[in-house]
């Protein structure tokens, strides 16, 4: 995680199944208000279990690249089998990545085991998986072996607001799995939380970006934002809030949006299947009624033929 990749990749991982998630609840929530029940994960079509598969795959490479193929000598220990201080990132890194493989293979598992009546209890024992995970990459970035006064740290402060709040919409949504505003909530900080990562990988790895007055410095192998002064620094810090702001303001507008687009389409979609299943009653109530009239004069004639015969 501490290059521009390493930022970047899980950043774009965590939009696209926050994006999933917020498709998903908005679809399900537009067509069943009245039974909509969130989900931990959502099923694809063609493969049940895309989601989850892609976050085992994803969280395994991210642990190989930490403690096998970024280091120098493809290990992350020193010859006597201690965690040198330079590799300590990395081990907090692949934690996070470690607690949500645990989450995706054990939410895979729940729903394999197939338990008669149990639905609702394996939802929520996911989704419990999932707020674990969400704590661990809160503590993880809180208690960073990387100090908390630099650029980066700023970053990393920001972050964890937005980790705090999803892991906040998860808590809440185990007892209550049929609000969406929560599933809603839940989404969007993910989404966000991909966001940040990919605006925090360009802004400490990449030098033309760096606030003025500041530089990248390598640092044991790492390289880490430095500033030339306090004043610099506090500015940075200062522009890294500002910065922010307006991707808060951003999400804001692109939840609300994408809510009213998506709304709006599956609600007209569920107007148009309601009034053909209104006409399909209408037609069957019409042919039943001709059939019955027909008999009636079938059966009239009938009677009149018969007292003809008499």
Known sequence: MGSLIGHVAPGIGFFLIGLWHLFNHIKLHSLHPTTYTSSPWFPSPGFRYAEPTLIILGTALSISMELFIGPRRHQPLDDDLTIPSNHLRNFE???????????????V????????????VRAGLAQGLAAIALLQELLAFHLHSTDHVGVEG??????QIVIALTLSATLI??????????????????CFQGVWFVVMGYGLYIPAIVPKGCFVNDEDGHKVVRCKDED???????????LFGWFVAAMVIFS???????AKKYVKEQEYDSLDNGEDQDDLKSQKQLEESE???HGKRMMGSFDLEK
């Open 93 to 107: 890194h692949a934690s996070i990545s470690f607690s949500f493989l645990l989450y995706a293979a054990f939410a």
């Open 109 to 120: 598992a729940l729903d394999r085991a197939r338990l008669p009546r149990q639905r609702d």
């Open 154 to 159: 700023q970053y990393h402060w920001l972050l």
């Open 173 to 190: 949504g185990i007892p209550l799995p049929k609000s969406f505003l929560v599933g809603f909530a839940r989404s969007v900080g993910v």
């Open 232 to 242: 610099s620094l506090e500015r940075a810090k200062s522009l890294v809030n500002i």
């Open 256 to 262: 609300m949006v994408f809510y009213l687009e998506m």
């Open 295 to 297: 008999h009636f004069v």
